[in-house]
């Protein structure tokens, strides 16, 4: 294995416990480490940190260290491990050396990775062309491709426009684990369990690294006994790679106004909700793949389900809905509850077991919501910035592919002198830009409708081939689009039945979430009124309903008034109330590193 950082990681699956430990002696941070020689049992360092691959390492006044990388690379996903990957094959093709580190805020490579994912290799291939002899848990092609129109009561055959024939049913979050591997392999130092809480900036206002979290303090914001100051990273560039609505990405978007230097239109997002069965091996086939449109959602609202065999009987199903839903009574959580029901998918999961379940938003906004990516000191890649291709469904290929440019352009800069800005040239002239271009009317279609959305769709990906001289704009954005609950009617759920459908207590136990409770809250309201005041008197309190772990409740207080409680323990870490929050009053920060679900085959 590669270096790794010498520390603490804060989390355990226990809730007992909250240390894990990461070897200095290249110890993966995917198996479960031993005892480290210099650190206590109460989890305090007794020495400094062994950096094999820092520049330099050094004591900042305030207590909090400061180590010095060429480039520090924020998230452990595709995007950010293709980017650590593509800078250490660099260096070994010029025989140049850098320094590269990747701090990731979950407990573990993988840990918050969450996809469908039918896996198109183009961006795996040009990366790791020999990934097939390698072991990559890229391993049951697409079998069948089918896509259907759901009624209450029966599934509609349409004609299949994915293309997936050469494409894999795969779980991400076991493939970033391998490429996790891969990284350290090439010297990549990989820092697992550490949240980047602030981007650090210079004099000039240049982005010169990230600053994690302190740990150790208590919802009062006491230093407990275990605690440590975090740690500031330092890179001569900084590769911001935290997934769909990354918080350090939408500082850095807001402040240097990328978004109005190349006049693209607002993100627009989707909740996807996911679990992975093991089904009945007679009604198992591998590689098998369904899409659906239809029900259980209305006309109105946009949004489908995916059905994935993978391999060892287990099947990844769930439900994908566009935040940009007008009905304050909707609850995504509970439409994919009554997904399940449906007789062409019950017949399915009937006898099988849930083995995880799990939620994060997706990027739909496309061609034209990407953001200018560069910024002083560093570049967006991945998700962070929106590459996801909306009516293939996937985004994997294209977040990799952003990375390995980002590397490309960095390893540019650093030997050559370049300016990042040809970041911006090289995604311009790949084939990323050509595919999301095709397809840039394809979301914002649906703004009309379902079926003006289909026709102007099919228009555009049968006959057009993505050449209509027009790009059409979205609507509002998401916050923006929930109506106020006088023009909509309660929606009547059925209770779970604990064989096809479950309560969210029941789900996030199967989601391997978890966070320290003493803790100040990473969840916080910018106005602690708004929510009595506008929210829950007008909306009838949509974040009860929009977030899929039941982190926002409505209580009454001992006057009997109903007050909002925030259940920040219970966070899957899906940036929904982020998005969708109607006043933009929820402000969403990294909690302690380690903390939020605990992935393994999602």
Known sequence: MGRLLSGIIWASRSRASRFRF??????????????????????????????????????????????????????????????????????????????????????????????????????????????????????????????????????????????????????????????GVKAEELGVEIYPGFAAGEVLYDSNDNVVGIGTNDMGISKDGSKKETFQHGVELKGKLTLLAEGCRGSLSEKIISKYNLRRKVQAQHQTYALGIKEVWEIDENKHEPGAVLHTLGWPLDHKTYGGSFLYHMKDRQVSIGLVIALNYQNPYLNPYEEFQKFKHHPAIKSLLEGGTVIQYGARTLNE????????????????????????????????????????????????????????????????KSWIWEELKKVRNYRPAFEYGLLPGLAISGLEHYLFKGRLPFTLKHGKPDHKATNVAKLHTPIDYPRADGILSFDVPTSLHRSNTNHEHDQPAHLRLRDPMIPELVNLPEYAGPESRYCPARVYEYVRDEKGELKLQINAQNCLHCKACDIKDLKQNIEWTVPEGGGGPGYSVM
């Open 22 to 179: 990461v070897s200095p002696n290249g110890c993966s941070p995917f198996l479960n480490p031993g005892h480290i020689p210099g650190v206590s049992g109460s989890g305090s360092l007794r020495a400094p940190w062994f950096l094999g691959g820092a520049k330099s390492f050094s004591s900042e006044t305030g207590g909090r260290e400061s180590i010095e990388y060429d480039v520090v690379i924020v998230g452990a996903g595709p995007a950010g491990l293709s980017a650590a990957i593509r800078l250490k094959q660099l260096c070994r093709e010029r025989d140049f050396d850098l320094s590269v580190c990747v701090v990731e805020k979950g407990a573990q490579v993988g840990a918050h990775v969450l996809s469908g994912n039918v896996f198109e290799p183009r961006a795996l291939n040009e990366l790791l062309p020999d990934w097939r002899n390698e072991e990559a848990p890229v391993d049951v092609p697409v079998s069948s491709d089918k896509f259907w129109y759901l009624t209450k009561d029966r599934a509609l055959a349409l004609p299949c426009p994915f293309e997936n024939r050469g494409n894999y049913v795969i779980s991400l979050s076991q493939l970033t684990q391998w490429m």
């Open 365 to 428: 906004g496309g061609f034209q919501s990407i953001p200018y990516p560069v910024f002083p000191g560093g570049v967006i890649v991945g998700c962070s910035a929106g590459f996801l291709n909306v009516p293939k469904i996937k985004g994997t290929h294209t977040a990799m592919k952003s990375g390995m440019l980002a590397a490309e352009a960095a390893f540019s800069v650093l030997t050559e002198g370049s300016s990042i800005e040809i970041y911006w040239d090289f995604l311009r």
